[in-house]
C-alpha cells in the first residue's frame, strides 16, 4: 500500500523547483482522495463511478414538523436505497433515482411539503433527505450510501477508499496537476509537466473506472402506473 509519506515524497520531487510544507502536501493529497471519491468528470463526459470501499448506511430520524433531516454526517454522493424501521424500502421518485428532487417535488401531494401521515416517498437535496408524508412519531430510515473518505494524517496512514495497486499513480498525479497548474508561468518545463501530469492523471482515472466492476445487472422496481425504475446502485 501507498502511505501518506511515500505520496508527499513522491509529490515534493515532481513539483521542483516548488517548495510545499508537508501539512500543505498532506491538505493537498486528502484533496485528491476527496475529489476522486466525490467523483471525477472525465473527458469524455461521464463522471467516475462510486468507489465500493466506501459503501455506507447510517440512520435518519424524521421530524414530526418538517419534511427532511439532514443526512449523517459521512455522507458524500448516492444514496441508493432507503428502507424504514420494518426493513421495507422507501421508493424514489417514480422514473427517476433519490437525487432526482424535482420529480419528488412533481409527485407528492402537497408541493409545500407540508402533508402528513405515512411516508410514502423520499429523495436527496444537497446534504438533507426529504420524505412524504411526515410521520406523527419519529421514524428511524435507514439511508445507504458512499460515504466520505476518511483524511490521512500519520505517516503511515493510507489513502480510504482507493484501489491499493492505483493509489500512488491517481494521487501523485492529481496532486501534482493540481500544485502545477496554480504555479502557471511562461517556463516551458512547468507547463510540460501540468500537460504530462494531467494526461498521466486522466489514463490513471480510466483504468480506475475499468477496474470498478459493476455489482449486479441493474433491479427495476414496480411502482405507480406500472412504471418501472432502476434501481442499480451506482451507474
Known sequence: MTTLSDLRIDVATIIKPLVYTNSILTSKINKAVTSIAAGIRLPNGIVSPCLPDLYSSGTVGTSTTEAYKALPST???NVF????????RIPP???GNYDDFM???NQVTEKDLSETGSIYRVA???SNLYY?????SSEALIVNFYRKPVDMSNDNDTPDGIPTHLQDRLLKYYTAFDILKDNITDNKVIMAKIKYYEEEFYKAMQDLVDFIPIDAEPVYYASDNNIYTDGAICD
Open 81 to 88: 436505497y432507503v428502507s424504514d424501521d420494518n426493513g421495507d
Open 132 to 136: 412524504q408524508g411526515i410521520p406523527s
Open 93 to 95: 421518485p417514480v422514473g
Open 75 to 77: 455522507y458524500q454522493r
Open 124 to 126: 436527496v437535496k444537497g
Open 103 to 105: 420529480l419528488f417535488l
